[in-house]
């Protein structure tokens, strides 16, 4: 998981693999393959429904602003947490992941 999160200078940048259309939005976990949180938006990738969804559910996740930074059209998206430390993000995912499984 540690290989998708990575600081920057306006805060963390995080790899995702996003899912549309799924029966609800949550993070999924790790892709090792793809190095990347696999994340599972229910909205249809059409009209930007898909990332609106996303940037939503992660501000809520994160307490934060999210922005999309690479993928914009992509299931392979970079976005970027405002104002968060690289370790604040790691555990979070974590915790999220403790209680999907």
């Not at 693999?17 to 949550?26: D, F, G, I, L, R």
């Not at 930074?69 to 992509?74: I, L, Y």
């Not at 976005?79 to 999220?96: A, M, Y």
């Amino acid at each position: 998981m540690d290989d998708a999160v990575r600081e920057s200078e306006k805060g963390v940048l995080i790899d995702l693999t996003v899912s549309p259309n799924a029966k609800k939005t949550e993070i999924v976990g790790y892709n090792k393959w793809r190095k990347s949180i696999e994340v599972k938006v229910s909205s249809p990738p059409r009209g930007g429904k898909a990332n609106a969804e996303l940037i939503r559910f992660l501000k809520n996740v994160f307490g934060r602003n999210v922005k999309i930074v690479k993928g914009q059209t992509s299931t392979q998206k970079t976005i970027l947490i405002e104002g968060i430390s690289r370790d604040d993000v790691i555990k979070i995912l974590r915790n999220i992941s403790k209680q999907g499984r």
